[in-house]
């Protein structure tokens, strides 16, 4: 907490010399969370338990660096296992903004996978991410250091090629030991005008890397999502549908690294499809089916889960969402039953989220 207090006074004190030079866009972020019900720790020690939790704060900063380069950083505070609360820089990078075609990128980012890894935890469609996002690559979910290059390709509809290359930094598809290997993503992203209220997209992901055991672990995706928003009447109404698939293998890995007893993982694959619906200029109703295993390793149950969200949002800058989730597990009678109610503030100049 001592690093926690001075980190922000710090913070304070550069920001106020540097509002006199260069005036950067700066946000804050907090998310508040109540869970209860059998899917949920009873441990107050553990990030997510029952009752009243702070989920995540942050705080961004962002500024065109000059004429050719603009800057962002984003530090996360959270709850790590302990109770403890740590700050994390959870997004650091400048990138071009004047290459015609291409934009480069050098810093500490989400990696281009999928749809939802590069949201911010703020910006999820749902309380919590997708079951087989967080078993492949963890609740933070690939964000590495490293470089990127996405290049806009000649189309007559939106189509970006991106390149990556990283450090192997995620515990739970890398965590190698050695920082001479080195990892690559590739992420190709078409986006279609289906009518003036109608659009349409579909990526596909691919990433590789060495283990820990300087073994191949491997992650592809497939994501497409649907979006209707009439050109007349759209502050009031909307629609959308996104289903993403993804596919790891982590050969020599332990499917839970904390119970020596676990299955050694070869594969594992499943998807999330969700819908939301705007019916009215301030309220939304969702709803998310998950399955967790269409391929899967022997030892590791296959798992189902619904999850249904009902969200209230007076302003762009305030939300208050109510989750229900139903998991169920193949070989257990018991299911789990959680509800979730979060709010969701932010306030100072937040920058629009990509599309």
């Known amino acids: 907490m001592k690093q926690l207090i001075s980190f922000i006074i710090l913070l304070s004190c550069s920001f106020s010399h540097a509002q006199g030079r260069a005036n950067p866009d700066v946000s804050v972020n907090f998310l508040g969370l109540y869970l209860n019900g059998s899917g949920v720790s009873s441990d107050p020690q553990e990030p997510a ?19 050719y380069l603009r800057a962002s950083a984003l530090f996360s ?30 810093g500490k980012f989400k990696m281009a996978f999928g749809k939802h890894n590069q949201l911010h935890t703020h910006a999820f469609p749902f309380i919590d991410a997708p079951l087989i996002l967080q078993k492949l690559v963890g609740d933070e979910g690939l964000n590495e250091s490293g470089i990127s290059a996405s290049l806009l390709l000649p189309a007559s509809w939106y189509s970006e090629l991106t390149l990556q290359a990283f450090s192997l930094t995620n515990e739970e598809l890398y965590g190698s030991t050695d920082s001479n290997h080195t990892g690559g993503l590739v992420h190709f992203k078409n986006l279609w005008d289906l009518t003036d209220d109608l659009t349409l997209e579909f990526g596909l992901s691919s990433t590789q890397g060495k283990n820990e055991l300087n073994e191949i672990a491997e992650l592809t995706g497939a994501d497409l999502t649907l979006k209707w ?23 020599g890995r332990l499917f839970d690294p904390a119970d020596s007893n676990s299955p050694s993982i070869a594969e594992l694959a499943g998807y999330a ?35 249904y969200l009902v ?45």
């Not at 928003?229 to 050969?251: H, M, N, Q, V």
Request: aromatic share 14%; hydrophobic share 30%.
């Open 77 to 106: 505070v959270g709850q790590e296992a302990g109770g403890e609360y740590s700050i994390d820089p959870e997004e650091v990078f400048l990138e071009t903004i004047s290459l015609p075609k291409i934009t480069l990128r050098a």
């Open 311 to 355: 969200g209230f949002f007076p302003t762009e800058f305030s939300g208050f969402r109510l989750q229900y989730d139903h998991l169920e597990t193949s070989g257990n009678d018991r299911h789990e039953d959680t509800l979730g109610l979060q709010y969701n503030v932010t306030i100072g100049a937040h920058p629009a989220h990509s599309y």
């Open 273 to 307: 499809s969700w819908v939301q619906y705007q019916f009215a200029q301030r309220w939304w109703a969702q709803a998310r089916y998950e399955v967790l295993g269409t391929t899967h390793s022997e030892g590791i149950p296959k798992q189902n889960k619904q999850s």
């Open 49 to 67: 338990h029952k009752g009243f939790s702070l989920q995540e704060a942050e705080l961004q900063f962002m500024s065109d660096v000059d004429s």
């Open 229 to 251: 928003r009439p050109a007349k009447g759209g502050k009031y109404k909307a629609f959308i549908w996104s289903t993403e698939y993804l596919d790891g293998r982590r050969p």
